[in-house]
């Protein structure tokens, strides 16, 4: 494994890697390897991913809504505001 040294990080995201850390009894070392496989997967897998899977996931996110909207409602809300 290899070794990196992070200079200036701003105390907004030090202090954000800090609470991560702490709310998952986790070192700020083990979060941010964590965050940069999650960036480099994510990039590697974007042209990797099928149509079927991106519905998949967007079905999974609009499940865990709170709320439903028509279609109707949906480009009413798109259109307040434009005349």
Request: aromatic share 4%.
């Amino acid at each position: 494994m290899k070794d990196i040294t992070l200079k200036n990080i701003p105390d907004k995201v030090y202090k954000a890697l800090q609470k991560k850390a702490n709310d998952h009894n986790n070192t700020i070392d083990k979060i941010i390897i964590e965050e940069l496989e999650n960036i480099t997967n994510s990039k590697l897998n974007n042209d990797k991913i099928s149509t079927d899977e991106w519905l998949e996931r967007a079905r999974e996110i609009r499940n865990k809504m709170k709320f439903t909207a028509t279609e109707k409602e949906i480009s009413d809300f798109k259109n307040i505001g434009r005349d």
